[in-house]
Structures are given as structure tokens and as C-alpha cells.
């Protein structure tokens, strides 16, 4: 049983008087616990589709497979593992492929979740995208995005046809979120920026963005003890300031009309009612309602003395839903966020975009020209289906080879982690393809294709090498209808082309996936976002 710091038992006593019991005994029981479909839906597909998203009668070979896009969107898969059918019985009320999973469960152990098929993540926290309500084609940023958890569920409702844009203040972090988002094939321009500079370079250009707010972790404390050890009357306040100052940023980054969801894992009015009711006051924004989710209930009036009406917001409490504590507000831009009335676009900026061209990732400058660009046209058709020119132009950074990237905004003040996806690594004029790219990619994209099974998948994020094929070169490998990886057929095996930063070698199957009794965690570092 957790220890509850003092200050927090007097502080939330003042606000819910005699509901506090409830909390407190809420407080003592062990956290729920949920996973979120990222690369499948929940049904099964037709007996004769192989792969998610992809036509009847598709075949690696090149000119006869029916792809819509080369990227992997979400769909059924053609055998649904007796692990996942057997825990995914119970829907998160607010979020379609949301599930309430055992206490017990262990699919953060399994090749699916390796795989990014699966995102173990907590219940109410997916609320903050369902309010969000991302649209494929829309630009949409995620301001404090680590670890990835809303990041990853923003990018499969963009299904391959938006690239997302996340950013991570904390250069650890960064990388982190970088990593999920590899894992789920998600096509994003990743940023380790401060959001005052985002806003300064990006100002006006976002459909939507998503301020999931560093804050107390008052609705982690049954999830994680450290929240509460780390818990202090100072830390509330600071996070609050800190807070503000992160809206004041993300109401400059959208577009007239835009979306902003604020999002808590904190139960603090401070932090939530209190920050609403300043952000109205004094930002161009006003609150939309939101679903009356079941367990959720509104704001609290009560909580501010502002006179501004918060029940648009929804609370999650634990004594009272099923999750952990959470808060969210959808706001819309309605006014100016510039002095001059205007929202300047990159077309305004014109020595920024100059500058651009020189130097940055994503640019002219960078885009592949003349025998490299042959060259490498000519090594994807060993690789692919598709054309080389359905990825559009390929861009160099660094010895990356990346298509899919941001190519319209300012980035030469701005510190990229990863622009759009990474085919390939260049050394000494040879191509090897990036993990990134087979990630992104439908298994029937893959030229020449090798489906695992489930021993095989787990002896490749191994690191192990494979059996023979009958042929020669690259091979995109897959499990499931989920794309796993690379691997390189040379005489009497295939050669393992997993990150070794990644392999690992204690993976369960996926039928003993419900029947340990340890309880897995996010396997993530600890953190006070959920």
C-alpha cells in the first residue's frame, strides 16, 4: 500500500470534503491495467486476406500486389492469436480499440507487443486522443509527447497518409519516443525542442496539438509509489506555472479555428480547473464540450474561483471510473495569436526558408540528385513493390536516406531527432535498409517476403539467424501480418538484420501470455504522464 504524502491528504480533504474516503480506499487497491490495438483492428479478416489493409490475392511480386499505400495502416489480421482474443473481452468505454486487460497479463512480454501490435497503456489516458479526434491529412503535434503512449495512437488514426509531429523537451526522452514510434510504424517528424521555439518558427501551423502536461502525478500513485515520494505543495506550483507557459506555446502553434486538448495525470485543481480557467482568461481559446464518457465526470466549478464554467472538462477519478486520474479540456483557437492579427506562414519567412535550403534535413539542398539518386532507385526495386517514386524524393541526413519528411516547414533553428522514415543507411556507396522502413511498410510491399512464425519471430528478436530460403538478398520478414524486420539470405541461412539494441531473448508465447502471475509495466522509464 502506497504512502500518501500529508500535504496532499489536508489539500484534496479541502477540496472533496467527505469523498475523500472514497478516494483514499480507491487509492489502495492495485492500479487498472489496459492495452490499445496499434497495428490491428479487432476483427478477423476474410479466410483469403494474408496481410492487414492489403488486397485479396496480394503477391510479393512486383507489378501484381494490390496496395493502396506502402505503409501499414491498421486492419485485421488473418489469425488472431488466442492470447489477445482471450484478454481483449472488455472495451475502454471511451477509446474503440482500447481494452481492459488481466492484472496478471503478460503481453508486454510477447512478440505482438515487440512487434508494436499492441501498446499496454493506461485506460483513461487514451481519452486524450479520443477528445483530439485526429483526422487523417490534418498536420497534428504532439507538444510533450515522451514516451509515445498518445503519440503512437494520434499516428495510426493518421493511416499513412499525414506525417505526425511529436516533440520531447528531455533529450532522453526524445529518443524514447523516437524508438515507439519505430516500433509502430508511425511516419514522424520528431523534435528535443522547447516549446517557446516551436512556437517562434511554427507559429499558425497546426490543425490540432496535444498538450498531455508534465504535472504532479497525482493520478499515478497507485501505478507508480515514486509519484507520491516525489509529490510536494512546491511541485504542484510549479507545475502549474510550467503548464501555462507550455499553453501560452501551443495556442501560437494553430491554425484559426485549430484544437487544443490539455491533458493532466493529475487529480490537482490546481493543475486542471485552475489552469483551464487562466488559459480562457487570458488565451485566445474557448472550451468545447466534451463526451460524457462512462466513469468520467465533469469539471468542477467549485474548484476556481474564476467564474469561468470548467464542466466542459472531464475529470477521471478513481473512485468513480475505471482508471487512473486524469483530466482533459478541448479548447478552439477563436481570435489572433499574433500581433498583427495574422498567423505568419513559412511563406512569410522567406530568410528562414533560404537558410533551410543550406543546411537542413528535408530541404533542397538535401534531396538526392543525379548517379546516388539512380543508385538508390535502383537498389529499392531489390528491396519493394512499389515504385521507387511512390515514396516521393528521398532526402539525405547525415548516412540516412529518408522519405516521407517535412519538407515545408522551418527547421533550421529547430533540433531534429528523425525526419519521415529512414530506408536506408549508406557507407562506402552500399545500401543497407533501416529497421525504420521495414517497420512502416506493409509485409506485402517487402519484394521478397518471409512470414515467421511464432518460434521463428521470437528467435529473430533474438537475434538468432534463420533457416534458408529459396532465393538470394533482402527479405522483409513479418509475423502475423506485422512487419518484424530485415534479413539477408546468403547460402544456408538468412542473416539477422535486428537492432541489437533491441533483441531480446526472454519473449513468452503468446498462449502462456495470460497465465503468469507477474505484472508487467510499460517496460518505459518511470515517468508522471501516462
Known amino acids: 500500500m502506497i504512502k500518501l504524502p500529508e500535504d496532499f491528504v489536508r489539500q484534496t480533504q479541502q477540496y472533496i470534503g467527505q469523498e475523500w474516503h472514497e478516494l483514499a480506499q480507491a487509492l489502495a487497491q492495485p492500479p487498472t491495467r489496459a492495452a490499445r490495438l496499434q497495428k490491428f483492428t479487432a476483427d478477423l479478416a476474410e479466410p483469403d486476406l494474408a496481410e492487414p489493409g492489403v488486397a485479396a490475392n496480394g503477391s510479393s511480386s512486383r507489378g501484381q500486389t494490390e496496395i493502396s499505400s506502402p505503409w501499414y495502416t491498421a486492419g485485421p489480421l488473418a489469425v488472431q492469436p488466442v492470447a489477445v482474443a482471450a484478454e481483449m473481452t472488455e472495451n475502454v468505454p471511451w477509446y474503440k480499440t482500447g481494452f481492459y486487460i488481466q492484472p496478471d497479463s503478460q503481453l508486454g512480454k510477447t512478440v505482438l507487443h515487440e512487434l508494436g501490435g499492441v501498446y ?19 498536420r497534428i503535434l504532439d507538444l510533450c509527447a515522451a514516451p509515445g503512449s498518445k503519440a503512437t495512437a494520434i499516428g495510426r488514426r493518421l493511416q499513412g497518409q499525414s506525417l505526425l509531429y511529436a516533440n520531447e523537451i528531455v533529450p532522453a526522452r526524445a529518443k ?8 509502430s510504424g508511425i511516419p514522424a517528424l520528431v523534435t528535443n525542442d522547447n516549446p517557446a521555439l516551436l512556437a517562434k518558427v ?5 490543425d490540432a496539438v496535444l498538450v498531455d502536461a508534465p504535472c504532479s502525478g497525482e493520478g499515478m500513485f497507485r501505478k507508480d509509489p515514486d509519484a507520491a515520494f516525489e509529490w510536494s505543495l512546491d511541485n504542484v506550483g510549479m507545475c502549474s506555472v510550467r503548464q501555462q507557459d507550455i499553453l501560452q506555446s501551443a495556442v501560437k502553434l494553430l491554425k484559426p479555428g485549430g484544437r487544443l486538448v490539455y491533458s493532466t495525470c493529475t487529480l490537482n485543481p490546481v493543475e486542471n480547473e485552475q489552469v483551464t480557467a487562466w488559459a480562457c482568461k487570458h488565451l485566445p481559446l474557448s472550451l468545447e464540450p466534451l463526451p460524457q464518457w462512462a466513469g468520467w465526470e465533469t469539471g468542477r466549478p467549485e474548484f476556481t474561483e474564476s467564474g469561468v464554467n470548467v464542466e466542459y472538462t472531464r475529470r477521471l477519478w478513481p473512485h468513480r471510473g475505471r482508471g487512473e486520474g486524469h483530466f482533459l479540456a478541448l479548447f478552439r483557437l477563436t481570435g489572433s495569436t499574433s500581433r498583427d ?16 535550403k543550406r543546411s537542413n534535413p528535408g530541404t533542397e ?3 538526392l540528385k543525379g548517379q546516388i539518386l539512380a543508385d538508390w532507385k535502383a537498389w529499392m526495386k531489390t528491396i519493394v513493390v512499389p515504385e521507387p517514386e511512390v515514396f516521393g524524393p528521398p532526402v539525405q541526413y547525415g548516412d540516412g536516406i529518408y522519405v516521407f519528411t517535412e519538407t515545408s516547414l522551418p527547421l533550421t533553428e529547430v533540433h531534429v531527432v528523425r525526419n519521415g522514415v529512414c530506408t536506408a543507411h549508406l557507407q562506402n556507396q552500399r545500401f543497407t535498409p533501416h529497421h525504420q522502413f521495414a517497420m512502416a511498410l506493409h509485409p506485402q510491399a517487402f519484394l521478397q517476403h ?3 512464425d511464432e518460434d521463428e519471430a521470437r528467435a529473430y528478436l533474438g537475434g538468432n539467424t534463420l533457416a534458408t530460403v529459396n532465393s538470394h538478398g533482402w527479405y522483409g520478414l513479418s509475423f502475423a501480418g506485422l512487419p518484424a524486420g530485415w534479413g539477408k539470405a546468403v547460402p544456408g541461412r538468412v542473416n539477422n538484420l535486428y537492432p541489437k539494441g533491441l533483441r531480446k531473448n526472454n519473449l513468452i508465447v503468446l498462449s502462456d501470455a495470460v497465465l503468469g502471475d507477474a505484472v508487467l509495466g510499460d517496460a518505459r522509464p518511470r515517468l508522471h504522464d501516462a
Open 176 to 183: 524514447v519516443l523516437a524508438q515507439n514510434l519505430e516500433r
Open 202 to 206: 511554427w507559429a499558425g501551423q497546426f
Open 120 to 138: 499496454i497503456q493506461e485506460a483513461s489516458a487514451m481519452a486524450a486522443v479520443a477528445a483530439l479526434n485526429p483526422q487523417p491529412h490534418e
Open 450 to 452: 518471409k512470414r515467421l
Open 365 to 367: 539542398s538535401n534531396i
Open 341 to 356: 492579427g495574422e498567423h505568419p506562414s513559412t511563406d512569410s519567412l522567406p530568410h528562414v526558408r533560404k537558410k533551410m
